[in-house]
């Protein structure tokens, strides 16, 4: 018998993507993410995150030096820096919801008055409380030299099993903020803040359905032509369904 190469592990109830909310401005000692008023993935207004869901944060940030951004109270993913003329980093975590679902999520970062950062928190339902991230190992990538994420390959671990990818860049304040597509995927949302004198930060989450084996997503597109002097960062994590 030829298996294929999935663990066994149900598909009744892949991973749903339930809102979404995105906050962003200047790099300050923390920024409140209201988790109370997230838009509907479809359009539109949508409640508050839920007991037990999923909460996924990416947090994004253009300097001048690492700015160590986080999530109070979340499980790190990645936490990345790229040392450019224009830096990137990129923190990426994960929580469940308790009984009681948070109303803000806390975000940390050094304060200061030109770097920029943007937030972006996708809420799920369906993923296997005790392995989220699928048994596999997430997908960083990132360098200097320029702003155009293009992210690693991954295999998921579970038939069912759906894909996230984020990523962003740091781009000089005198570029208009650079919009993020990918052209790949099931959904995206992409942002995006702009200091006129310093730094610009661009920032894009989205999903694609289970790939049925290893998938290696194309580099992105940007509205603004590259340069030597940006970063970009990009992750890829897989969701095990419930």
């Given at each position: 018998?030829?298996?294929?190469?999935?663990?066994?592990?149900?598909?009744?109830?892949?991973?749903?993507?339930?809102?979404?909310?995105i906050?962003?401005?200047?790099?300050?000692?923390?920024?409140?993410?209201?988790?109370?008023t997230?838009?509907?993935?479809?359009?539109?207004?949508?409640?508050?995150?839920?007991?037990?869901?999923?909460?996924?944060?990416?947090?994004?940030?253009?300097?001048?030096?690492?700015?160590?951004?986080?999530?109070?109270?979340?499980?790190?993913?990645?936490?990345?820096?790229?040392?450019?003329?224009?830096d990137?980093?990129?923190?990426s975590?994960?929580?469940?919801?308790?009984?009681?679902?948070?109303?803000?999520?806390?975000?940390?970062?050094?304060?200061?008055?030109?770097?920029?950062?943007?937030?972006?928190?996708?809420?799920?339902?369906?993923?296997?409380?005790?392995?989220?991230?699928?048994?596999?190992?997430?997908?960083?990538?990132?360098?200097?030299?320029?702003?155009?994420?293009?992210?690693?390959?991954?295999?998921?671990?579970?038939?069912?099993?759906?894909?996230?990818?984020?990523?962003?860049?740091?781009?000089?304040?005198?570029?208009?903020?650079?919009?993020?597509?990918?052209?790949?995927?099931?959904?995206?949302?992409?942002?995006?803040?702009?200091?006129?004198?310093?730094?610009?930060?661009?920032?894009?989450?989205?999903?694609l359905?289970?790939?049925?084996?290893?998938?290696?997503?194309?580099?992105?597109?940007?509205?603004?032509?590259?340069?030597?002097?940006?970063?970009r960062?990009?992750?890829?994590?897989?969701?095990?369904?419930?």
């Amino acid at each position: 018998m030829i298996l294929d190469w999935y663990e066994v592990t149900s598909s009744s109830n892949p991973p749903t993507l339930y809102g979404y909310t995105i906050v962003g401005g200047t790099v300050k000692a923390s920024q409140d993410v209201d988790l109370t008023t997230l838009l509907d993935p479809a359009g539109g207004a949508l409640g508050p995150a839920l007991a037990n869901q999923f909460v996924l944060a990416n947090v994004f940030v253009a300097g001048n030096s690492n700015r160590n951004p986080a999530v109070t109270g979340y499980n790190v993913i990645a936490d990345e820096w790229y040392n450019d003329i224009n830096d990137m980093m990129h923190w990426s975590g994960w929580k469940f919801m308790g009984g009681t679902p948070d109303t803000v999520a806390t975000v940390t970062a050094t304060a200061t008055s030109t770097n920029r950062l943007l937030s972006i928190f996708t809420v799920w339902d369906n993923v296997d409380p005790t392995t989220p991230l699928d048994g596999v190992t997430p997908v960083s990538v990132g360098s200097t030299n320029g702003g155009i994420p293009d992210p690693g390959s991954i295999t998921p671990g579970s038939v069912g099993s759906v894909l996230v990818f984020s990523g962003g860049n740091a781009t000089a304040g005198e570029t208009p903020p650079v919009t993020l597509s990918t052209g790949y995927l099931d959904w995206e949302v992409n942002d995006a803040l702009n200091n006129s004198t310093s730094f610009a930060v661009s920032g894009l989450v989205g999903y694609l359905n289970d790939p049925g084996g290893a998938y290696d997503g194309a580099a992105w597109s940007t509205s603004a032509t590259d340069s030597d002097t940006f970063s970009r960062s990009s992750l890829v994590i897989s969701l095990r369904p419930a």
